[in-house]
Protein backbone atom coordinates (compact mmCIF):
# COMPACT_ATOMS: atom_id res chain seq x y z
CA UNK A 1 0.00 0.00 0.00
CA UNK A 2 0.95 3.53 -0.84
CA UNK A 3 0.60 5.22 2.79
CA UNK A 4 1.37 8.88 0.47
CA UNK A 5 -1.41 8.29 -1.53
CA UNK A 6 -4.02 6.48 1.06
CA UNK A 7 -3.65 9.74 3.66
CA UNK A 8 -4.07 12.17 1.11
CA UNK A 9 -7.29 10.84 -0.13
CA UNK A 10 -8.02 10.66 3.65
CA UNK A 11 -7.14 14.24 4.34
CA UNK A 12 -9.06 15.79 1.14
CA UNK A 13 -11.91 13.98 2.05
CA UNK A 14 -11.93 14.85 5.79
CA UNK A 15 -11.61 18.12 4.74
CA UNK A 16 -14.81 17.91 1.90
CA UNK A 17 -16.80 16.44 4.70
CA UNK A 18 -16.22 19.41 7.26
CA UNK A 19 -16.75 21.68 4.80
CA UNK A 20 -19.86 20.68 4.02
CA UNK A 21 -20.84 20.64 7.82
CA UNK A 22 -19.19 23.50 8.73
CA UNK A 23 -21.11 25.39 5.78
CA UNK A 24 -24.23 23.99 6.61
CA UNK A 25 -24.57 24.09 10.57
CA UNK A 26 -22.00 27.01 11.19
CA UNK A 27 -23.53 30.03 12.48
CA UNK A 28 -21.50 31.93 10.26
CA UNK A 29 -21.78 29.01 7.43
CA UNK A 30 -19.09 29.52 5.19
CA UNK A 31 -15.98 27.00 5.50
CA UNK A 32 -12.79 27.19 3.73
CA UNK A 33 -13.60 25.57 0.47
CA UNK A 34 -17.24 26.83 0.25
CA UNK A 35 -15.85 30.64 1.16
CA UNK A 36 -13.48 30.49 -2.02
CA UNK A 37 -15.83 28.84 -3.74
CA UNK A 38 -17.92 31.61 -3.13
CA UNK A 39 -15.27 34.47 -3.51
CA UNK A 40 -14.43 33.20 -6.78
CA UNK A 41 -17.54 32.94 -8.48
CA UNK A 42 -18.86 36.51 -7.23
CA UNK A 43 -15.62 37.96 -8.80
CA UNK A 44 -16.47 36.26 -11.99
CA UNK A 45 -19.64 37.76 -11.95
CA UNK A 46 -17.88 41.27 -10.99
CA UNK A 47 -15.87 41.19 -14.01
CA UNK A 48 -18.69 40.24 -16.24
CA UNK A 49 -20.66 43.37 -15.03
CA UNK A 50 -17.76 45.95 -15.07
CA UNK A 51 -17.88 45.36 -18.52
CA UNK A 52 -21.39 44.92 -19.32
CA UNK A 53 -22.76 47.33 -17.15
CA UNK A 54 -26.04 45.49 -16.90
CA UNK A 55 -27.98 44.31 -13.44
CA UNK A 56 -29.44 41.69 -14.41
CA UNK A 57 -26.14 39.65 -14.63
CA UNK A 58 -25.94 39.26 -11.04
CA UNK A 59 -29.93 37.61 -11.17
CA UNK A 60 -27.85 34.33 -11.92
CA UNK A 61 -25.27 34.51 -9.12
CA UNK A 62 -26.65 33.09 -5.84
CA UNK A 63 -27.76 30.07 -8.23
CA UNK A 64 -23.95 30.25 -9.80
CA UNK A 65 -22.61 29.78 -6.79
CA UNK A 66 -24.87 27.15 -5.05
CA UNK A 67 -24.37 24.97 -7.65
CA UNK A 68 -21.02 25.81 -7.78
CA UNK A 69 -20.36 24.47 -4.12
CA UNK A 70 -21.79 21.31 -4.72
CA UNK A 71 -20.21 20.48 -7.63
CA UNK A 72 -16.73 21.07 -6.07
CA UNK A 73 -17.68 18.97 -3.09
CA UNK A 74 -18.55 16.00 -5.69
CA UNK A 75 -15.63 16.85 -7.84
CA UNK A 76 -13.38 16.65 -4.54
CA UNK A 77 -15.21 13.64 -2.92
CA UNK A 78 -14.85 11.57 -5.49
CA UNK A 79 -10.94 12.64 -5.82
CA UNK A 80 -10.39 11.99 -2.61
CA UNK A 81 -11.60 8.87 -3.07
CA UNK A 82 -10.06 7.59 -6.07
CA UNK A 83 -6.63 8.75 -4.65
CA UNK A 84 -7.70 6.16 -1.25
CA UNK A 85 -8.45 3.39 -3.88
CA UNK A 86 -5.16 4.16 -6.24
CA UNK A 87 -3.02 3.27 -2.97
CA UNK A 88 -3.50 -0.26 -2.81
CA UNK A 89 -3.41 -2.81 -5.82
CA UNK A 90 -6.11 -5.05 -4.61
CA UNK A 91 -8.46 -1.90 -3.35
CA UNK A 92 -10.33 -2.70 -6.41
CA UNK A 93 -10.81 -6.13 -8.20
CA UNK A 94 -12.71 -7.00 -11.66
CA UNK A 95 -15.62 -9.35 -10.04
CA UNK A 96 -15.07 -12.04 -12.77
CA UNK A 97 -11.28 -11.76 -13.89
CA UNK A 98 -10.87 -11.33 -10.11
CA UNK A 99 -7.79 -8.80 -12.00
CA UNK A 100 -6.66 -5.19 -10.37
CA UNK A 101 -8.72 -2.82 -11.58
CA UNK A 102 -6.99 0.12 -14.14
CA UNK A 103 -7.25 3.84 -12.84
CA UNK A 104 -10.13 4.54 -15.24
CA UNK A 105 -12.26 1.60 -13.85
CA UNK A 106 -11.51 2.82 -10.42
CA UNK A 107 -12.44 6.26 -11.51
CA UNK A 108 -15.85 5.02 -12.34
CA UNK A 109 -16.26 2.15 -9.82
CA UNK A 110 -15.78 5.22 -7.09
CA UNK A 111 -18.34 7.55 -8.64
CA UNK A 112 -21.01 4.69 -8.94
CA UNK A 113 -20.44 4.00 -4.90
CA UNK A 114 -21.04 7.70 -4.09
CA UNK A 115 -24.60 6.97 -5.35
CA UNK A 116 -25.21 3.59 -5.38
CA UNK A 117 -23.81 0.33 -4.10
CA UNK A 118 -22.54 -0.59 -7.48
CA UNK A 119 -23.96 -3.08 -9.94
CA UNK A 120 -20.98 -5.82 -9.05
CA UNK A 121 -19.02 -5.75 -11.94
CA UNK A 122 -16.34 -4.46 -9.78
CA UNK A 123 -15.92 -4.74 -5.97
CA UNK A 124 -13.33 -4.59 -3.19
CA UNK A 125 -9.89 -6.89 -3.24
CA UNK A 126 -10.25 -7.73 0.39
CA UNK A 127 -13.07 -7.38 3.14
CA UNK A 128 -11.71 -4.28 3.93
CA UNK A 129 -11.66 -2.49 1.05
CA UNK A 130 -15.51 -3.98 0.64
CA UNK A 131 -16.54 -2.89 3.72
CA UNK A 132 -14.76 0.66 3.15
CA UNK A 133 -16.82 0.77 -0.69
CA UNK A 134 -20.04 0.52 2.39
CA UNK A 135 -18.89 3.76 3.83
CA UNK A 136 -18.24 5.37 0.52
CA UNK A 137 -22.03 4.73 -0.28
CA UNK A 138 -23.08 6.41 3.25
CA UNK A 139 -20.90 8.85 2.73
CA UNK A 140 -22.52 10.29 -0.52
CA UNK A 141 -26.01 9.41 0.93
CA UNK A 142 -25.18 11.67 3.67
CA UNK A 143 -23.68 14.33 1.52
CA UNK A 144 -26.69 14.51 -1.05
CA UNK A 145 -28.77 14.86 2.54
CA UNK A 146 -27.13 17.50 3.88
CA UNK A 147 -26.56 19.59 0.73
CA UNK A 148 -30.47 18.93 0.35
CA UNK A 149 -30.76 20.66 4.10
CA UNK A 150 -28.13 23.34 3.01
CA UNK A 151 -30.23 24.12 -0.54
CA UNK A 152 -33.90 24.57 1.30
CA UNK A 153 -33.69 26.75 3.81
CA UNK A 154 -31.30 29.15 1.06
CA UNK A 155 -33.96 28.90 -1.36
CA UNK A 156 -36.68 29.39 1.27
CA UNK A 157 -34.91 32.53 2.76
CA UNK A 158 -34.52 33.78 -0.69
CA UNK A 159 -38.60 33.88 -0.82
CA UNK A 160 -38.56 35.77 2.34
CA UNK A 161 -36.27 37.92 1.07
CA UNK A 162 -38.14 39.18 -1.93
CA UNK A 163 -41.07 39.32 0.20
CA UNK A 164 -39.66 41.72 2.66
CA UNK A 165 -38.42 43.82 0.35
CA UNK A 166 -42.22 44.49 -1.97
CA UNK A 167 -43.41 45.22 1.81
CA UNK A 168 -40.75 47.74 2.56
CA UNK A 169 -41.10 49.22 -1.26
CA UNK A 170 -44.81 49.75 -0.90
CA UNK A 171 -44.28 52.22 2.05
CA UNK A 172 -42.48 54.51 -0.72
CA UNK A 173 -40.22 54.32 -3.30
CA UNK A 174 -37.44 56.73 -1.64
CA UNK A 175 -36.62 57.75 1.69
CA UNK A 176 -38.11 60.94 1.74
CA UNK A 177 -41.21 59.16 -0.13
CA UNK A 178 -41.85 56.80 2.69
CA UNK A 179 -42.15 59.90 5.05
CA UNK A 180 -43.96 62.18 3.03
CA UNK A 181 -46.50 59.18 2.67
CA UNK A 182 -46.89 58.86 6.08
CA UNK A 183 -47.69 62.19 7.04
CA UNK A 184 -50.87 62.50 8.74
CA UNK A 185 -50.84 65.66 9.02
CA UNK A 186 -49.58 66.14 12.58
CA UNK A 187 -46.92 63.56 13.04
CA UNK A 188 -45.63 59.99 11.64
CA UNK A 189 -47.54 58.11 13.81
CA UNK A 190 -48.38 56.15 10.67
CA UNK A 191 -45.47 54.25 11.02
CA UNK A 192 -45.40 52.64 14.09
CA UNK A 193 -47.62 49.91 12.56
CA UNK A 194 -44.95 49.02 9.70
CA UNK A 195 -42.24 49.91 12.22
CA UNK A 196 -43.31 47.02 14.55
CA UNK A 197 -44.08 44.70 11.41
CA UNK A 198 -40.72 44.89 9.91
CA UNK A 199 -38.02 45.00 12.89
CA UNK A 200 -38.44 41.24 12.83
CA UNK A 201 -38.74 40.55 9.31
CA UNK A 202 -35.25 42.37 9.00
CA UNK A 203 -33.61 40.83 12.55
CA UNK A 204 -34.48 37.54 10.68
CA UNK A 205 -32.41 38.08 7.10
CA UNK A 206 -29.73 39.61 9.17
CA UNK A 207 -29.62 36.40 11.07
CA UNK A 208 -30.06 34.39 8.08
CA UNK A 209 -27.08 36.17 6.10
CA UNK A 210 -24.83 35.26 9.18
CA UNK A 211 -25.83 31.27 8.86
CA UNK A 212 -26.18 31.32 4.76
CA UNK A 213 -23.75 34.00 3.47
CA UNK A 214 -24.29 33.08 -0.27
CA UNK A 215 -27.73 34.54 0.39
CA UNK A 216 -26.09 38.42 -0.07
CA UNK A 217 -25.48 37.04 -3.68
CA UNK A 218 -28.72 36.49 -5.07
CA UNK A 219 -30.14 39.86 -6.60
CA UNK A 220 -32.67 40.59 -8.13
CA UNK A 221 -32.44 43.76 -10.98
CA UNK A 222 -35.92 44.58 -10.64
CA UNK A 223 -36.14 47.17 -7.74
CA UNK A 224 -39.25 46.03 -5.96
CA UNK A 225 -37.90 42.90 -5.13
CA UNK A 226 -34.89 43.82 -4.35
CA UNK A 227 -33.80 43.96 -1.11
CA UNK A 228 -30.72 45.95 -0.81
CA UNK A 229 -31.92 48.98 -2.14
CA UNK A 230 -35.36 49.00 -0.52
CA UNK A 231 -33.83 48.23 2.83
CA UNK A 232 -31.06 51.22 2.12
CA UNK A 233 -34.14 53.76 1.15
CA UNK A 234 -35.57 52.47 4.19
CA UNK A 235 -32.49 53.19 6.51
CA UNK A 236 -32.23 56.75 4.91
CA UNK A 237 -35.98 57.51 5.94
CA UNK A 238 -34.87 56.45 9.71
CA UNK A 239 -31.80 58.31 9.45
CA UNK A 240 -33.81 61.88 8.26
CA UNK A 241 -35.87 61.20 11.13
CA UNK A 242 -33.55 60.81 13.69
CA UNK A 243 -31.68 64.08 12.78
CA UNK A 244 -34.19 66.14 11.43
CA UNK A 245 -37.66 65.84 12.81
CA UNK A 246 -38.49 66.28 16.44
CA UNK A 247 -38.84 63.91 19.14
CA UNK A 248 -42.78 64.65 19.26
CA UNK A 249 -42.88 64.32 15.72
CA UNK A 250 -41.58 61.12 15.82
CA UNK A 251 -43.22 57.55 15.49
CA UNK A 252 -42.81 56.19 19.00
CA UNK A 253 -38.95 54.98 20.23
CA UNK A 254 -40.55 51.40 20.86
CA UNK A 255 -41.25 50.87 17.59
CA UNK A 256 -38.35 53.09 16.01
CA UNK A 257 -35.67 51.65 18.03
CA UNK A 258 -36.30 48.14 17.53
CA UNK A 259 -36.02 48.27 13.63
CA UNK A 260 -32.97 50.44 13.36
CA UNK A 261 -31.17 47.93 15.28
CA UNK A 262 -32.71 45.05 13.36
CA UNK A 263 -31.00 47.19 10.22
CA UNK A 264 -27.71 47.64 11.95
CA UNK A 265 -27.76 43.75 12.63
CA UNK A 266 -28.46 43.01 9.15
CA UNK A 267 -25.29 45.25 8.14
CA UNK A 268 -22.86 43.89 10.27
CA UNK A 269 -23.75 40.29 9.02
CA UNK A 270 -22.65 41.89 5.19
CA UNK A 271 -19.16 43.50 6.94
CA UNK A 272 -18.76 39.93 8.59
CA UNK A 273 -18.40 38.26 5.70
CA UNK A 274 -18.19 39.94 2.46
CA UNK A 275 -18.52 43.67 2.08
CA UNK A 276 -16.18 46.14 3.11
CA UNK A 277 -17.37 49.83 3.47
CA UNK A 278 -16.92 52.11 0.27
CA UNK A 279 -14.48 54.53 -0.27
CA UNK A 280 -16.45 57.54 -0.88
CA UNK A 281 -19.53 59.41 1.07
CA UNK A 282 -23.30 58.84 -0.11
CA UNK A 283 -24.19 62.71 -1.35
CA UNK A 284 -26.00 64.95 1.74
CA UNK A 285 -29.86 64.03 2.59
CA UNK A 286 -32.46 65.45 0.39
CA UNK A 287 -35.17 66.96 2.44
CA UNK A 288 -36.89 69.38 -0.12
CA UNK A 289 -40.00 67.15 0.18
CA UNK A 290 -39.91 67.01 3.77
CA UNK A 291 -39.57 70.48 4.37
CA UNK A 292 -43.00 71.08 2.94
CA UNK A 293 -44.44 69.47 5.18
CA UNK A 294 -45.91 71.86 8.37
CA UNK A 295 -43.48 70.95 11.08
CA UNK A 296 -40.84 72.65 12.47
CA UNK A 297 -37.45 70.68 11.65
CA UNK A 298 -33.96 69.98 13.38
CA UNK A 299 -31.12 71.60 12.44
CA UNK A 300 -28.40 68.96 13.15
CA UNK A 301 -24.51 69.55 14.16
CA UNK A 302 -22.36 68.36 11.24
CA UNK A 303 -20.75 66.23 14.45
CA UNK A 304 -24.08 63.99 14.76
CA UNK A 305 -23.98 63.83 10.89
CA UNK A 306 -21.05 62.70 10.81
CA UNK A 307 -21.96 59.72 13.10
CA UNK A 308 -23.63 58.15 10.69
CA UNK A 309 -20.79 58.20 8.39
CA UNK A 310 -19.51 55.06 8.48
CA UNK A 311 -22.93 53.58 8.29
CA UNK A 312 -23.56 55.49 5.11
CA UNK A 313 -20.42 53.61 3.41
CA UNK A 314 -21.42 50.57 4.55
CA UNK A 315 -24.83 51.53 3.09
CA UNK A 316 -23.31 52.73 -0.20
CA UNK A 317 -21.13 49.77 -0.50
CA UNK A 318 -24.20 47.55 -0.12
CA UNK A 319 -25.26 49.18 -3.01
CA UNK A 320 -22.89 49.00 -5.29
CA UNK A 321 -21.83 45.13 -4.75
CA UNK A 322 -25.35 44.72 -6.05
CA UNK A 323 -25.28 46.87 -9.32
CA UNK A 324 -27.16 49.38 -7.77
CA UNK A 325 -25.95 53.49 -7.99
CA UNK A 326 -26.96 55.74 -4.96
CA UNK A 327 -29.15 57.53 -7.51
CA UNK A 328 -31.43 54.61 -7.29
CA UNK A 329 -33.01 55.44 -4.50
CA UNK A 330 -35.20 57.38 -5.76
CA UNK A 331 -36.10 55.44 -8.84
CA UNK A 332 -39.98 54.15 -9.25
CA UNK A 333 -40.66 51.06 -7.45
CA UNK A 334 -44.06 49.56 -8.95
CA UNK A 335 -45.27 49.04 -12.41
CA UNK A 336 -47.37 52.24 -12.79
CA UNK A 337 -49.29 50.72 -15.70
CA UNK A 338 -51.14 48.26 -13.43
CA UNK A 339 -52.27 51.08 -11.40
CA UNK A 340 -54.79 54.13 -11.00
CA UNK A 341 -53.54 57.34 -11.40
CA UNK A 342 -54.58 58.41 -8.62
CA UNK A 343 -56.15 56.74 -4.88
CA UNK A 344 -58.10 60.39 -4.96
Known amino acids: ?44 FKIVYHFSKKKKIYNGQGVAIVVSIMLVWVILLWLSNLI ?11 SSTREAATTMERFYYTGYLLTTMGNG ?35 SAVTERRALSIRIAAIGHSPQAMLVNNWNGHDFSMLNAQLQELAQSIARQGQLHFSYPVLHFFHHNQKET ?51 PSD ?16 PMCEP ?44
Open 84 to 94: IFLSDPEAVID
Open 280 to 295: TLPHAFELDKIQALDF
Open 121 to 155: DYTGGTDLWKVYASLISFTGLLMITLSITYMVPVL
Open 1 to 44: MNLLLFFSGLLIMLLIIYDLIYTIFAPRGAGIISGKVTSLVSLI
Open 226 to 276: ALLPNLVAFDEALSILLLYVPKEYRPGEQYLIPVRFAISTFLESLTATFIN
Open 301 to 344: SQNKIDELALRRHILKAMMENGGWRWNDLDAPVFNTKLELSSLD
